[in-house]
């Protein structure tokens, strides 16, 4: 879904990403500056009650991500580094979204079905992705799953923006526990994969 959006954004942000190599900034600088403020903004705004202001500026700056790979195609710098750098940051995006909505709904949310949710979507969400790269660096695949990284962002940041508009904050509990169920899937499917692999390289 998310996947899909931001392939259609990459053609808006040329333009951006050529102003931004001809004014001397690097892909790597917009990666970490994208980081930063994604980081910065969750555990600041999420904690403090801000939902619907921390999840629309999330989302921005989600849907820009992109920006830093249009930049290294463009530039020719594209390659092993980048994708790693990006790679990498991103679980550090993701762990402080997840974060700052455990840390809001153990204090001032006063939800601590909602934070186990969010605590467990925090965890599993490190663990989908780690089990694709383990099986990589085997020599095997795990491209599969029912929740993909991008969609499990739209959903968090959907139901977050809703619920800092005004919506109850079940709507949030839901989702949740949705995201916490895919992405239990998701583990067990690319387990399942991995395992199908060993057997048959054996037989």
């Not at 004014?23 to 994604?38: E, H, K, R, W, Y």
Request: hydrophobic share 55%; aromatic share 6%; with cysteine.
């Amino acid at each position: 879904m998310l996947s899909r959006l931001r392939g259609a954004m990459t053609r808006l942000w040329t333009p951006l990403a050529d102003a931004l190599l001809r004014a001397g900034v690097s892909p790597d600088a917009v990666t970490i500056t994208g980081t930063l403020v994604v980081v910065v903004t969750a555990l600041w705004a999420f904690p403090t009650g801000h939902l619907l202001l921390g999840g629309v500026l999330i989302a921005v700056f989600t849907l820009t991500d992109s920006i830093d790979g249009v930049m290294a195609r463009r530039s020719g710098r594209s390659g092993p580094w980048g994708a790693f750098l990006d790679s990498t940051l991103d679980r550090f995006g993701d762990g402080a979204i997840f974060a700052g909505l455990v840390l809001w709904y153990v204090g001032d949310g006063d939800s601590h079905t909602t934070a186990a949710l969010a605590l467990a979507c925090l965890v599993l969400g490190s663990i989908v992705p780690y089990a694709r790269a383990r099986a990589e660096g085997l020599g095997m695949t795990a491209a599969v799953g029912i929740a993909e990284r991008a969609d499990r962002l739209f959903a968090v940041l959907a139901a977050t923006i809703l619920v800092g508009a005004g919506l109850p904050d079940v709507v949030m509990t839901v989702v949740l526990a949705l995201l916490t169920v895919a992405s239990a899937v998701t583990v067990v499917q690319r387990m399942a994969t991995v395992r199908r692999q060993v057997r048959d390289t054996a037989a």
